[in-house]
């Protein structure tokens, strides 16, 4: 089982930045990638940036340039640089952990989601 705490999140005029943490703890044979969704009221919850194991990230289009994903692998910690925010970068976003566990010969795919955490960016 694998608990992932956010920590971050704030109001921020647009232009502002902010930064984004997500710590994982507890237990899993291997971590495939980590990420950020976000969420707006009203609207499906949306990819924002991935990591792989590999060090392979990917981005959102809406966010590419203004966004950076990053990890630090003994803290089991990934994190997310928002530069010249706007408000339509309003949400809730949430840090996502795909991995899995090996048992008895066998893979078994994991999908662990945090808390969430409230960015607002003002006009």
């Known amino acids: 089982q694998v608990q992932l705490v956010e920590s971050g999140g704030g109001l921020v005029q647009g232009g502002g930045s902010l930064r984004l943490s997500c710590a994982a703890s507890g237990t899993i044979f291997r971590i495939n990638a980590m990420g950020w969704y976000r969420q707006a009221p009203g609207k499906q919850r949306e990819l924002v940036a991935t990591?792989?194991?590999?060090?392979?990230?990917n981005y959102a289009d809406s966010v590419k340039g203004r966004f950076t994903i990053s990890r630090d692998i003994a803290k089991n910690t990934v994190y997310l640089q928002m530069n010249s925010l706007k408000p339509e970068d309003t949400a809730v976003y949430y840090c996502?952990?795909?991995?899995?566990?090996?048992?008895?010969?066998?893979?078994?795919?994991?999908?662990?989601w945090g808390q969430g955490t409230q960015v607002t960016v003002s006009s």
């Open positions: 996502n952990l795909e991995g899995d566990d090996f048992s008895a010969s066998y893979y078994f795919p994991r999908n662990y």
């Open positions: 990591i792989t194991r590999g060090g392979i990230t």
